[in-house]
């Protein structure tokens, strides 16, 4: 009896640290770190803020070419890591475009789907795009001959494989993470417009003139359906200056707009050293929660039915993690970590003989309760 009291302590030890491990810090309503800069047209994004259009975005071309460009006035606050700076998101094609900070460098995709409905993603990066602290103006325009990256008005690299569309850029504009997963960028965004057309080098470069000394891309431009300024200064709301496009908003609160709940494993699968770390570490985490558990369950039932017990309550407590985890912004909720979850749940119950738990117990007992030395003779 006294052996199952001191399991059952170790058992609820185990889980509460397992729930603090994955659930901290529990803040599912975050305060949404984004400010208007004092000094200049643009706003700040702290550790984790977002900015997205209250409508999609509708982008056509006016000549029925497939042509289209993007321009974006930034200043990252550092290099050190991978963030995400614009999503382009769709219901049936989240990351149907996304603009992506790299430690120093650029990296855009694209994801297409086949008539099968499975996802094709394009994608390129230009190095050395960013300095931490410096203005960038980063300009793409993209034709029937490829894409063209511009940074700071002057052409970087010339990509003839990857094109994309005015349908690309069509879809709800999520700046500051990803739409679908926490991927927060930090810095300062001062400019955003897209055009229906392809800029030549002479009206890159003028833009870029405009935009970094009046903040501005210029006014009547053809081709322009959405620019934002970012001159509001207070406010929640950011508006295009063209009457077509949508308006942005700053909501009071930081979410992850279209995270799913428990993403199914296909969705979650990368073929990378990131993904397998994953994996294992998630086994090995639940594997003292299956050893204390099945040591708990053998003291009053038989080894099989105590392992699957074990197991079973592993795996429940990882649905409710993964569920408890959709609601909290910074942490994702999939299918694969119940999996992974239940595996070491059930290798530690199977780890978990009775002569095993007992010599542990014991050992704790020593540790807890050091036996005193025995007084000298007299």
Request: charged share 20%; net charge neutral; proline share 7%.
């Amino acid at each position: 009896m006294q052996e199952k009291k001191r399991l059952g302590v170790l058992c609820c030890i185990v889980v509460a640290g397992v729930l603090v491990c994955t659930l901290w810090p529990f803040d599912p309503f975050p305060s949404n770190q984004v400010s208007w800069l004092p000094r200049a047209h643009g706003i700040l994004f702290g550790s984790h803020g977002i900015v997205l259009s209250k409508e999609p975005l509708r982008a056509e071309s006016t000549d029925g070419r497939e042509v289209c460009s993007l321009e974006l006035l930034l200043k990252p606050a550092n290099t050190d890591g991978g963030y995400t700076i614009l999503n382009i998101y769709t219901p049936g094609n989240p990351s149907q475009f996304r603009v992506r900070q790299w430690t120093d460098g650029l990296l855009v995709s694209r994801s297409v789907l086949d008539p099968r409905k499975k996802t094709r993603t394009q994608r390129f990066n230009v190095d050395h795009a960013f300095q931490p602290g410096k203005l960038s103006l980063i300009t793409m325009t993209s034709g029937p001959k490829g894409t063209i990256v511009y940074l700071n008005g002057r052409q970087a690299r010339v990509l003839p494989e990857f094109i994309f569309t005015p349908n690309d850029l069509a879809g709800q504009i999520v700046i500051g993470t990803s739409a679908t997963e926490y991927h927060p960028w930090r810095g300062e965004i001062r400019g955003l417009a897209v055009y229906s057309k392809e800029l030549e080098p002479d009206e890159v470069f003028r833009n870029y003139e405009n935009w970094t000394a009046r903040g501005d891309s210029g006014e009547g431009l053809e081709g322009t359906i959405a620019r934002y300024v970012f001159n509001e200064k207070t406010g929640a709301e950011i508006h295009n200056t063209l009457p077509s496009g949508p308006d942005l908003e700053i909501p009071k609160r930081f979410e992850v707009p279209h995270k799913p709940m428990l993403q199914s494993p296909a969705n979650e699968y990368e073929w990378n050293w990131g993904y397998a770390k994953d994996l294992l570490q998630n086994i090995a985490g639940f594997v003292p929660v299956g050893f204390l558990l099945c040591g708990y369950f053998a003291l009053s039932r038989g080894q099989k039915i105590a392992i699957l017990y074990a197991t079973l309550a592993g795996g429940l407590l990882s649905f409710a993690i993964e569920v408890m985890q959709a609601c909290i912004p910074s942490r994702g909720s999939g299918v694969t970590d119940i999996i992974t979850n239940t595996v070491g749940a059930a290798l530690g119950a199977v780890l978990a003989r009775p002569s095993l738990v007992r010599m542990i117990l014991r050992r704790m007992d020593t540790v807890i309760y050091p036996e005193k030395p025995a007084l000298p003779p007299d």
